[in-house]
């Protein structure tokens, strides 16, 4: 496989379970990001990781939980959702330059339904 | 904060050009272009670096006023594929809080037509 890849692909949830989201990419980056995307708003970045290190939360509520085990996979652990956390879950990566984000790559998304 | 896209939706037919255009109220370090179609991953176009140093794809062109904290994206002779949303990322100055960090603009829909 290429590129990075996301599972589940759609993921529907009530708002007492536990579920998580999983990305791995294959490019052989350093960086790798969450962004959540909702109908008619920006891309809002949620968290980035350097390196395996969480080096930014972007005041995203404690119900969303990352983990970042390597550099090649990225987890969003989701537990007691609110419906209008409904959305399409992004992950990417990149090859930081000294410390700037260079191109990004995107997986194609999770999508997640909160019941 | 995001930056603004203007205009919000444009409609071309096919050999038209259009122009996209980003502004940030913040110093900026670097300015990125991606295209998302409906139901795909936003794919990379352009990124435009502070100092002028630019990377992206062939057939699409891209300015950086980094006086103005502006960048335009210019297709030309727009083919039906151009279709798509296409959004701008900035990253603010280096050294800040905001390096290593892409906020995103919210997005022009551009539909070409035959």
């Known amino acids: 496989e290429t590129g990075v890849t996301q599972t589940p692909r759609h993921l529907v949830m009530g708002m007492t379970n536990k579920k998580s989201l999983k990305c791995e990419q294959h490019l052989g980056h350093n960086a790798m990001y969450w962004y959540k995307q909702s109908a008619k708003k920006p891309l809002e970045l949620m968290f980035v990781?350097?390196?395996?290190?969480?080096?930014e939360n972007n005041s995203v509520p404690s119900r969303f939980s990352p983990e970042c085990p390597n550099s090649s996979h990225l987890f969003l652990h989701l537990h007691t959702l609110q419906p209008e956390d409904s959305a399409l879950y992004l992950c990417?990566?990149?090859?930081?330059?000294?410390?700037?984000?260079?191109?990004?790559?995107f997986g194609e998304g999770s999508r997640l339904t909160v019941l | 904060q995001q930056p603004v896209q203007s205009p919000q939706a444009v409609i071309l037919r096919e050999g038209e050009d259009a122009v996209i255009n980003c502004s940030s109220s913040?110093?900026?370090?670097?300015v990125h272009w991606y295209r998302q179609k409906h139901g795909e991953a936003p794919v990379f176009l352009m990124i435009?670096?502070?100092?002028?140093e630019q990377k992206g794809h062939e057939k699409i062109s891209a300015s950086f006023n980094e006086k103005k904290q502006q960048s335009s994206l210019y297709l030309t002779a727009s083919q039906l594929s151009y279709s798509g949303t296409y959004f701008c990322?900035?990253?603010?100055?280096?050294?800040?809080?905001?390096?290593?960090?892409?906020?995103f603009g919210q997005g022009t829909i551009l539909t070409v037509h035959p």
């Open positions: 990417a990566s990149s090859q930081p330059s000294g410390g700037s984000v260079r191109e990004l790559f």
């Open positions: 990781y350097n390196f395996k290190e969480q080096t």
């Open positions: 435009l670096l502070k100092g002028g």
């Open positions: 913040k110093a900026l370090y670097s």
């Open positions: 990322g900035t990253e603010k100055g280096a050294g800040g809080t905001s390096y290593g960090k892409l906020t």
